[in-house]
């Protein structure tokens, strides 16, 4: 019964975080690109996630005449299920997680390559020219970025000897430098880019870029059903940027303790990255796809495979 | 019977239902995802076994990356209708003969089956150490030779699969950087 009430509670917290993820966007581009951002609903356009959210909800639900239904039903919620399942393994403070399982960065991933067959799924069941364009460039994306996804994180899993995040936590506090990010700085910025390509960001959103294929896989969704694919889209960023955290940035650990708010570290690191993403949005253009494949192939991978050769030379030595 | 081999039976029964259909479906895509649903219940039969790395690694690799591929492939092709061939044998019962004459073997055969002598990981000693752990151990230490030789023979298929994958490139010419043939070498 506490589980469930665990469970209710982050997904609420979530949700709440999703919501306001998108404000904290169109507030950090407005001011970048010297507009506004939302000001009308509510003080300072505070209310305006709620009444997207609404609007979103009561929108009409259309369905392609010659879409595949049951695939189609079904893409938005595989995408949105692997992104939530995620959510279950993120350590937020200590002690504070829903399971702790001894393989959580492996689940992870697990997780994430599932919700990439929701996107593909999306592009196919469509049967439109712009969906089935943008789910293949998802697949291709998910070949070109995904080995070195894994492979930047080795370093970190041969650093703290676990594949358990509260206890990668847990050795990155005992370490010389208290965050795995500065002598695992090749892995950092490998997983970094591999991030981004993995939650469909600005500049490797190019499974959606909507200036070539409208809105990519999700053109033809609508109403409901677009909105969970925009939840699964932030969850994705939020679980990402919550696992650089752990991994890489020392997790809720902080230069000092904040009493009674045990997970303020970790939020604010989370916000760091987000606003990191917003960011990039704003400031960088598109990758082309091919240009996305040889980087993955050609420039990350190798730079992760050398991370995880020098982190074992170091590790033999001292 | 116990959680474990309810599970077990769960797990077996739907892998076997999930398989008939990815080999009788009529739509190809629905015939992959049959099969990724068959490797997440695979994965289930590996967590109820203590073996939960392998149970990740079997999502991550073939669920996460193979099937992406089988999915790719299916999908460049473009299969509207199911492929018709023409059959290799003219009476069907032929191959229901062969088919049954080899469950019949497959019958006999589980009556030789024995358990193994114990090894040197008890299952209290493997929730002890964690799986992860355990397999490391092993394929570090005891089977190091047998490891590294696989991985130089997975090695030599990589670079044969470069190797013909260059080939081709250089008879169509132009050796231009098409994403296809990145893709291709990605594959192999």
């Known amino acids: ?318 | 019977m116990t959680v474990q081999q309810i599970l077990f039976f769960y797990f077996a029964t739907v892998i076997v239902l999930l398989s008939l259909g990815a080999v009788t479906m009529r739509n190809s895509v629905y015939s992959v995802l049959m099969v990724l649903a068959m490797f997440f219940h695979m994965a289930g039969i590996y967590l109820t076994l203590n073996a939960e790395f392998l149970a990740a690694v079997q999502v991550v690799v073939y669920a996460g990356a193979v099937l992406v591929l089988y999915l790719f492939v299916v999908f460049l092709v473009n299969l509207k209708q199911e492929a018709r061939i023409t059959r290799f044998v003219k009476h069907p019962a032929l191959g229901g003969v062969m088919a049954g004459a080899l469950f019949l073997m497959l019958l006999f055969a589980f009556g030789s089956f024995s358990l193994g002598p114990q090894g040197a990981w008890p299952v209290a000693a493997i929730e002890e150490a964690t799986f992860t752990r355990a397999l490391a151990m092993e394929l570090f230490t005891r089977y190091l030779l047998p490891f590294e030789v696989v991985g130089l023979i997975l090695l030599i298929a990589v670079v044969g699969g470069i190797v013909l994958a260059k080939r081709e490139e250089s008879q169509e010419g132009a050796g231009r950087e098409t994403a296809g043939s990145s893709i291709t070498r990605g594959e192999a």
């Open chain 1, 1 to 318: 019964m506490a589980l469930v009430v665990h469970m209710l509670i982050l997904v609420g917290v979530v949700l709440l975080h999703v919501a306001y993820a998108t404000y904290f966007e169109r507030k950090v581009i407005g001011h970048m690109q010297v507009r506004m951002g939302p000001t009308r609903v509510g003080p300072l356009g505070l209310l305006q996630p709620i009444a997207d959210g609404i609007k979103l909800f009561f929108k009409e639900d259309v369905i392609p005449g010659c879409a595949d239904r049951t695939l189609f039903y079904a893409a938005p919620i595989i995408c949105l299920v692997a992104a939530m399942a995620n959510l279950a393994v993120l350590p937020f403070a200590s002690g504070l997680v829903l399971a702790k399982i001894n393989i959580g960065l492996l689940f992870v991933f697990a997780m994430s390559s599932l919700a990439s067959y929701g996107v593909v799924l999306a592009g196919w069941a469509s049967n439109s020219k712009f969906s089935f364009l943008g789910g293949l460039r998802s697949m291709s994306q998910v070949i070109s970025y995904e080995i070195a996804l894994g492979l930047s994180l080795v370093g970190v899993m041969m650093m703290a000897g676990s594949l358990d995040l509260s206890e990668i936590v847990a050795a990155q506090q005992q370490s010389r430098f208290g965050i795995y990010a500065i002598p695992q700085f090749l892995g950092f910025f490998v997983f970094v880019v591999a991030m981004l390509a993995e939650t469909n960001r600005a500049p490797f959103d190019l499974p959606e870029a909507e200036s070539e294929l409208v809105a990519g896989y999700f053109t033809e969704y609508s109403g409901i059903r677009f909105s969970l694919f925009f939840m699964a889209e932030y969850i994705g960023m939020l679980v990402m940027a919550s696992i650089a955290t752990i991994c890489f940035l020392g997790g809720w650990s902080g230069p000092f303790a904040v009493p009674h708010v045990p997970f303020f570290w970790f939020a604010a690191k989370i916000y760091g990255i987000m606003f990191f993403y917003f960011w990039l949005r704003a400031t960088l253009p598109r990758y082309r796809y091919d240009q996305l494949m040889s980087l993955g192939w050609k420039v990350l991978i190798p730079l992760a495979l050398l991370n995880i050769v020098v982190t074992g030379f170091v590790k033999t030595i001292f």
